[in-house]
Structures are given as C-alpha cells and as structure tokens.
C-alpha cells in the first residue's frame, strides 16, 4: 500500500494559548505546566464542525490525487472525539458529501489520536482482499471534544482537517505496521456528557500519577519493543531510518519520544506543535506530508511515525519513499 497523496485543512481564525478563556481558571501550577507544553497558538474556529474540517481536506486530497470522489474504492473516516449527534452516521454523510456513492463507507475509532493506525491497517487490508477495488480516503476532522482548549496537563487541541489518499502504487509506500493497546487505561482520561449541558462538558484524569508515571513508564517499555519488533521483522538498522515522526502532544512528549527511538524527530513536529497544538489523529500525516514538501525524504529513505495515546493505545509505521511497488 502506498500513500499517493495527503491534504489539510486549517482555519484562518488563531488563538493564542496565553489567552484562551480558561486560563483564568488555572492554578499557578497549571498554568506553569500550559506555558511549558511548547504550544503559542492554534488554529480554532468555533463556527467550523468536526464534518466542516474533513470535508473539507477530503475534498483537497481528492483534487491532489485527480480522482473524482465516484471512483474512490472505500472511504474510511476516523471519527471525531464528539459525534455531532447520536445514532446518524458522520460517516455516510461524509459520503454523500463527496458523492462517493461506490465507495465501502465507514468508521474507525476510539484509541485517541492513535485512531489513523486502525485507519491505515484497514485501507491495507481492503487493498490486498480485493483487487478490484480503487484508492482508499481517509478522513479525519480534529476539534476538542469539550468547549476547554486546555486538556491539563496533557496538550492544548487546535481544529484541523485531515486527509489521505491511499493506493497499490504511491511516492511513499506503507511497508509495516505495529499497534498495540492496553484496556486498563480506557477511562483515564473522560468526559461525562449525559447528566449536563455542552457548557459544563469537561475533561477529567481519573488517575495524575498514573498518567504521568505509570502509563509514562508503560508507553517507554511499549515503544522501545514496538521498535525492535519493527527493525528486527523488517531488517533495517537505526542509522538507516532517514526520519522520525510523533504526533505533537508537548515539548516534553517530543523529549520522551526521542529518549525512547533514541533519535531526533524531525525539526516539522516542533514547529507544528508550536503554531497548529494538538490535532488527533491528523498530527502524524501532517508531519509526514511535510517532511516531504521540505524536501527531508528523499527517493529511497526510511521514516517511522509514532503515536501514543493515554486510551491507551500505541503505533509505529515504517514507511519506504520513492518505491512505488505493489507493496501490501
């Protein structure tokens, strides 16, 4: 499988961190903690939904790719945080959206940001099972699920939409995939809704200490296997990875990865978490789409995207430049 082209999607409106409205509401040690995340603004439109912003990238991929939304083979959204409502189907309406009316429609989610793994796996799957079958969309649009920007102490979310156009023949070709998730974390971080309105929504930790030692401890011993396992399966080296790729939770998050892969992430990751915050399950593709536009992989490299998520849930993918084989 391979990545034939990927677009996104971000507001015009910007907000600084400094001045989100909930700031008022910190501690002095919450604020400590939010001026520390590495984050100065995001992007962040109240008016736009989480439909607004997929549909929007999904239509930008499409015109990348010179496809037209009636020859996609499948369409696969990974679902927002907070669906606009209960029981429809964001993702048939998606569909209808794109007039992607051949398409194999639905959903993926639940594992936080590290959503888009499940999302790869089964664009793979479906290419390798049906030969007949055209490219894959992948969609993704990216808004906090609570009116708080600030998700304490964890990241500052920005809005953002996400796409990629998945196929047998691509400049970038997906060569592996690892993902693993552990049950006991699913309710560490939650939001209950049903008893209160919108206004009150609010995110809660159910345990600090675990999430910063306990899952941090559990994420380092997951992610160090996750690697060898990759290199081992694959036969590469470290030295022979080009670039490495995280999602942008944090400055420090960006610190732990790189203790962890034992290598520099790419300067992109940075950079994105400073002016766009968090973005889900959009982070990893937008710095992999972005790496490439500055010209940091070049014909036959290696990179590797981590993910991680406190659901808990956590991925690397290995992915091949210039390859462009048939390779599932």
Excluded at 112 to 134: H, I, K, M, N
Excluded at 284 to 296: C, F, H, K, S, T
Aim: net charge negative.
């Amino acid at each position: 499988m391979a990545v034939r082209t990927a677009a996104f999607f971000h507001p015009a409106a910007t907000a600084k961190v400094a001045e989100l409205p909930e700031v008022a509401e910190l501690t002095p040690a919450g604020r400590e903690n939010l001026a520390n995340l590495g984050i100065d603004e995001i992007r962040a439109d109240d008016g736009l939904t989480a439909f607004d912003l997929a549909a929007e990238a999904g239509r930008r991929a499409l015109a990348g790719a010179g496809l037209d939304a009636a020859e996609l083979g499948a369409l696969i959204v990974v679902e927002p945080r907070a669906p606009a409502a209960l029981l429809a189907s964001e993702a048939t309406r998606l569909q209808a959206e794109f007039g992607a009316h051949r398409a194999l429609t639905f959903s993926v989610g639940g594992l936080g940001c590290v959503s888009v793994t499940p999302a790869l796996l089964a664009a793979r799957g479906l290419l390798a099972a049906d030969p007949e079958l055209g490219e894959v969309l992948v969609v993704h649009g990216s808004k906090p699920a609570t009116p708080a920007r600030y998700r304490h102490p964890v990241t500052v979310n920005g809005d953002g939409g996400g796409a990629v156009v998945l196929a047998r023949h691509g400049p970038v070709s997906v060569l592996d995939i690892l993902q693993e998730s552990n049950g006991r974390h699913w309710d560490l971080f939650r939001v209950d809704y049903r008893d209160r309105p919108v206004r009150d929504w609010r995110e809660e930790c159910r345990d600090l200490p675990d999430y910063s030692f306990g899952l941090a401890v559990e994420t380092r011993n997951r992610l160090r296997e996750l690697r060898r396992r990759l290199f081992d399966r694959n036969g590469l080296r470290p030295d022979e990875v080009a670039c490495y790729l995280s999602h942008n939770l944090s400055a420090a998050a960006f610190r732990f990865a790189e203790e962890v892969l034992e290598a520099e992430l790419s300067p992109v990751c940075r950079e994105h978490l400073r002016t766009l915050g968090h973005l889900g399950a959009n982070d990893v593709l937008l710095n992999l789409w972005a790496e490439i536009g500055r010209g940091g992989l070049g014909d036959g490299k290696y990179a590797v995207l981590l993910n991680a998520s406190p659901a808990a849930a956590w991925s690397l993918v290995l992915l091949g430049t210039g390859a462009g084989d048939d390779l599932l």
